[in-house]
């Protein structure tokens, strides 16, 4: 079942914060996240795993709350390159597949 | 330069004729996998492979096949194209499992008439 992303769409002007939600009704091992600008493939981001740490990654950070199988992806001071469709993908560990959200689209605006 | 590379990019078709998209990469990953993705369904995953010989149904594995006879390579085949597979397929592949990351390659569209 494909974890819940929120919200589906969000606009920004630039320098503006933004928070994506990732829930799942699975127990997770992993999250994935990943960033696709438009006609090109997904890049990506950073991963969380059961038992780590809140990641950063320049002004993008994210967090995991296994409890609550949930993921949170902060973007800070975004600017217009932060612009595309943001993805969770989640993990149940091992070889399992992971199973992707359907995207929160993101645009930054001047 | 560390990539997958998928072939074609811009694929259109006929309704029925077998067809054969590669994928291919340079990193030594053990596993691969294949997505669609479709408006407003995110990446669906297709199958998957977690090393040579060893290969798995994803979500959507209905209509496709696969095979892993190397470790650099996962071809994705469509024996009987229909429109319902019009869509964008991305190969991925990682070290090992849902604990590393993805890397895609640049997609393939393919168009079923």
């Known amino acids: 079942q494909q974890p819940v992303q929120s919200p589906q769409a969000v606009i920004l002007r630039e320098g503006e914060d933004a928070v994506i939600n990732c829930s799942s009704s699975?127990?997770?091992?992993?999250v994935h996240w990943y960033r696709q600008k438009h006609g090109e493939a997904p890049v990506f981001l950073m991963i969380l795993l059961k038992g780590g740490e809140q990641k950063g990654h320049e002004k993008i950070s994210a967090s995991f709350n296994e409890k609550k199988q949930q993921s949170s992806l902060y973007l800070t001071a975004s600017q217009l390159s932060y612009s595309g469709t943001y993805f969770c993908?989640?993990?149940?560990?091992?070889?399992?597949?992971?199973?992707f959200g359907t995207g929160t689209k993101l645009q930054v605006i001047p | 330069e560390a990539q997958v590379t998928q072939n074609p990019r811009y694929l259109i078709t006929v309704t029925g004729k077998k067809l054969t998209v590669t994928c291919s990469q340079n990193?030594?990953?053990?596993?691969m996998s294949w997505y669609r993705q479709d408006p407003g369904l995110g990446l669906r995953q297709i199958y998957y492979s977690m090393n040579v010989e060893v290969t798995d149904k994803g979500d959507v594995p209905e209509g496709y096949k696969v095979s892993r006879k190397e470790k650099r390579n996962f071809p994705l085949i469509l024996e009987s194209p229909s429109p319902n597979q019009t869509s964008l397929y991305f190969c991925?592949?990682?070290?090992?499992?849902?604990?590393?990351?993805?890397?895609f390659g640049s997609g393939t569209r393919l168009t079923v008439v």
């Open positions: 993908g989640t993990g149940s560990g091992g070889y399992q597949k992971v199973t």
């Open positions: 699975k127990a997770l091992y992993s």
């Open positions: 991925a592949s990682s070290f090992g499992g849902t604990g590393y990351g993805y890397t």
């Open positions: 990193m030594n990953h053990e596993y």
